[in-house]
């Protein structure tokens, strides 16, 4: 995410700009998995980078989504009290709020609380309003931005990690696979692999370690059951586990904090489920584990200041973005800016590009039209008559178009289209989904992954006995 916003960001201004990503698409890092909120700003505690930039950030969101055409809603937070101890603390995240100017944040006693949510737990005696947080697309968004900077003239390089960086001289040297790249400035936004990134240049700082979150997706048939992101009152080490309304009309529970020595530990545990439901039924009873459809996990890259790292280093031309834990989607534009204030500060010419393009086309979803509408796009083209995906009604031309925009893989289509996200998980349009990303590839059934890197899902039956079998 953070590298997709920094790189439209730049794309605004007469540059030479590529985007290094190891991961076969963009937004297959921490971006994908998280818990999709944009927050209030009234949360993140005084006097930290994380504090400032976050409600920085919420304000650019709704320009970007109009612009962009990606998923946001502004459908606002509640912080809930159980005792008066909990009250205090609600009273100081209001008042971080006020501090802030942030509109509209007060406190609701029981009878507001019982009429806005009525599905809250009915011991909860007081609640902070956040009416500035939002539910955001984070996939969505992560590609929109990329889509929107290689239009205006991004380099855009995948499956192409960094391996290493010659600094000295007049620039920097990045190799990343094909011809290394000669450049001014390098900005370092690998997620939890920030740290060793840093390494390649000779920087000790910043140190990442890893903090994993666990996250259950719920059926629709719980759709309404909360209107707003539902927080428990947080303690001084972590923000608890949240009920949120995706902008897709679910509901997900989550993220539960564990500090992990393997920055790629993905895995969902069961001990995770356990706390996960038991917390989030004390918030809201009428949720249930039986209502699960899928559960992820990401791991949030959590730097020694246990802050943002936003800024230049002592190795001239090489800046971080590290450190970006949560709120790091929320603050994603902001610290896009402040990077490029940075770069300019540090003598790039951020001359202005007039031509600089700032909005792109919305994709169209079946699922959010009418009826009416979507007959008509059928006469023009047949492609919008054949449903690929029966949960999330997804089409076929929706398919097309997202493979035309950059989809290559199965997770690539699913997070631009939603075709597999619904009640199945993809048992009835996944075969489906290899076969048209194949014929439009050219590429073999065989060699479709779910999300690159040897994730194939079937075998060609010549190789049968010859191929490595992931395990
Ligand atoms: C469970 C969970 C819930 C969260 N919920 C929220 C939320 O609701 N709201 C919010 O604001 N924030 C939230 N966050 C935080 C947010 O997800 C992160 O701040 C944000 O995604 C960080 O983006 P990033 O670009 O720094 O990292 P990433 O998305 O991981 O991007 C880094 C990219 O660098 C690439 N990379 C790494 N090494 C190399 C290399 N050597 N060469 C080339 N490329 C490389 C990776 O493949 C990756 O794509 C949550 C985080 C977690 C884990």
């Not at 700082?205 to 259950?216: A, F, M, Q, S």
């Not at 603050?331 to 790039?348: K, Q, S, Y």
Request: hydrophobic letters at 40%; glycine letters at 12%; one cysteine or more.
């Amino acid at each position: 995410m953070i590298g997709c916003a920094i790189a439209r960001e730049l794309t605004r201004y007469r540059l030479d700009v590529v985007l290094v990503e190891s991961e076969v698409e963009v937004g297959f890092g921490t971006s994908k998995s998280n818990s999709g909120i944009i927050h209030g700003g009234h949360h993140t505690e005084p006097g930290t980078l994380k504090g400032e930039l976050a409600w920085a950030g919420n304000q650019r969101w709704v320009r970007l989504a109009q612009e962009l055409g990606f998923g946001f809603r502004r459908n606002g937070d509640l912080t809930v009290a159980f005792d008066e101890a909990d009250v205090e603390v609600l009273e100081k995240i209001a008042q971080q709020g006020r501090d802030r100017d942030i509109p509209g944040v007060e406190i609701w006693g029981p009878d507001k609380i019982r009429l806005e949510e009525p599905n809250l737990n009915q011991d909860i005696i007081a609640a902070v309003d956040g009416p500035t947080a939002g539910v955001v697309n984070p996939y969505e968004a992560c590609f929109a931005l990329v889509e929107c900077a290689v239009a205006n003239g991004l380099g855009l390089r995948v499956g192409a990690p960094v391996t290493a960086i010659e600094a000295g001289g007049d620039g920097l040297l990045v190799h990343a696979g094909g011809e290394p790249i000669e450049t001014q400035f390098v900005i370092n936004a690998a997620g939890v692999h920030a740290e060793k990134v840093a390494r390649m240049v000779g920087l000790l700082e910043p140190t990442i370690r890893g903090r994993k979150g666990e996250e259950y997706l719920l059926d629709k048939r719980l759709a309404s059951i909360v209107q707003r992101t539902i927080f428990p009152c947080p303690t001084p080490t972590s923000k608890g586990i949240l009920v949120i309304p995706t902008f897709d009309g679910t509901i997900m529970v989550g993220p539960t904090a564990q500090a992990v020595e393997d920055l790629e530990d993905v895995a969902t545990t069961a001990v995770g489920a356990a706390t996960t439901f038991d917390l989030a039924r004390r918030l809201v009873p009428g949720i249930s584990e039986r209502d699960c459809i899928a559960e992820f996990a990401g791991v949030r890259a959590v730097a020694g200041n246990n802050d943002f790292v936003v800024g230049p280093t002592s190795v001239p031309g090489f800046f971080n973005a590290a450190g970006i834990q949560s709120p790091g989607l929320t603050a994603a534009p902001a610290i896009a800016e402040m990077l490029v204030h940075m770069l300019g500060e540090a003598g790039l010419d951020l001359l202005p590009r007039p031509e600089f393009k700032r909005t792109m086309p919305r994709p169209v979803h079946a699922a959010s039209i009418s009826v009416g509408e979507l007959t008509e796009m059928a006469e023009r083209d047949r492609r919008f008559a054949r449903v690929v995906c029966r949960c999330e009604l997804v089409t076929e031309a929706e398919i097309h178009d997202a493979i035309d925009r950059g989809a290559r893989t199965l997770d690539g289509l699913k997070f631009r289209t939603r075709a597999g996200m619904g009640r199945c998980q993809g048992g009835f349009c996944t075969s489906r989904c290899m076969q048209l990303l194949a014929a439009e590839s050219g590429a073999a059934m065989s060699d479709i992954t779910k999300r690159g890197d040897g994730s194939w899902l079937v075998l060609d039956r010549n190789q049968l006995g010859t191929a490595e079998v992931p395990t």
